[in-house]
């Protein structure tokens, strides 16, 4: 499809460095003193657990390539992961199984229709179209090496606490509680199912993927799981390389144009980051060669997106110049809403 020269492929794409330290450090506090009293915005209440959360709960934390973390508010809270595994279990299959397999076979482009959209695969003739939602996420969870789901299981388990860089856990309370209510995503199965693009028992899969929506994370553990992608596939804390730096590459590439819901293009545009969220209200923004914002604040806005998080983050990119698009930090005083 496309191809290039071994040798004409760069050794470096460089789009400069964080600002110092104590530059950081301080921009993170700023943000945070700025947005924690913003309470726009509801609790996620189709997973019936997640309505129990605190709407005051606001963490931020920004971790380099180097393994340095800034951080501020409540980065030790514990939640599930929810969609963001969906980025991380991407890369462990295209690790796996490769980047044309994964593209044929799931596919890489925008729905512009909610996460769990019935109606997207109908229009694309059976196609999962992107692993960020949750007929791809479903189809992707489905290739992940194991010969039952338990195994299936158990490597996605270790493979996200490798980009960790500490053992996750399982929430058993979400987990069943999620179980409870996925009749959409069961559903969803069926119909990949119906169009032969599972080769595995689809409520199987499904209870995989909804196991791993239930591992706890932080929001520091998600800086240091975006670190691992901006340090093209090492995690900067262990030292270990998780994935290789194509496939860091190749999941950042879906992250940009299909990690934040239907408002991935406004996302886009305003903060310019290949990121993640999850319906518990967590987001992963990743600066390639930089490192990665790990935000967690459970209020969202109608696309499922937290609310502090969103603005948190712009204000980051622009503030510290992490934008993709930017060819120098912006100043502060330009718009930031
Ligand atoms: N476990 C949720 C689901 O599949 C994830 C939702 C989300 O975070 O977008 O419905």
Request: proline letters at 5%; a negative charge.
């Amino acid at each position: 499809m496309f191809e290039t020269d071994t040798q004409d492929v760069a050794q470096r794409a460089f789009t400069g460095d964080l600002p110092p330290e104590v530059r950081v450090e301080e921009l993170i506090a700023r943000a945070h003193r700025r947005y924690a009293g913003l309470d726009e915005g509801r609790l996620a209440d189709y997973i019936p657990l997640l309505e129990q959360a605190d709407p005051g709960w606001f963490g931020l934390s920004l971790v380099s390539v180097d393994g340095t973390e800034h951080a501020a508010g409540d980065t030790e809270v514990r939640f599930s992961i929810q969609s963001i595994s969906k980025a991380f279990v991407f890369a462990l299959v295209c690790e796996a199984m490769g980047h044309e397999q994964v593209h044929d076979r799931v596919g890489v482009n925008n729905t512009g229709l909610p996460f769990n959209s019935v109606i997207a695969v109908e229009l694309n003739d059976g196609s999962p179209m992107n692993p960020m939602v949750n007929a791809g996420a479903i189809a992707t969870t489905a290739l992940m090496p194991g010969g039952t789901p338990a195994e299936q299981w158990e490597h996605i388990r270790s493979g996200l606490s490798r980009f960790a860089g500490r053992p996750l856990e399982l929430d058993g309370e979400v987990y069943r509680s999620e179980r409870k209510a996925n009749q959409r995503n069961k559903a969803i199965g069926r119909l990949l199912e119906s169009y032969g693009r599972l080769d595995t028992d689809p409520l199987d899969t499904v209870d995989v993927y909804t196991r791993q929506c239930s591992l706890l994370v932080t929001a520091t553990d998600l800086a240091v799981m975006g670190a691992t992608l901006a340090d093209g596939g090492t995690n900067p804390r262990t030292g270990e390389r998780v994935v290789s730096a194509e496939v860091a590459r190749d999941t950042l590439s879906v992250l940009a144009s299909c990690g934040m819901y239907e408002r991935s293009g406004e996302w886009l545009f305003e903060i310019g980051l290949p990121a993640k969220s999850g319906v518990s209200g967590g987001i992963v923004a990743v600066s390639p060669g930089k490192g990665a914002v790990g935000t967690f604040s459970p209020l969202l806005d109608l696309a499922g997106n937290s609310v502090r998080g969103q603005r948190a983050c712009a204000y980051l990119s622009r503030s510290l110049g992490l934008s993709l698009f930017a060819s120098a930090a912006h100043p502060v005083s330009q718009k930031v809403s």
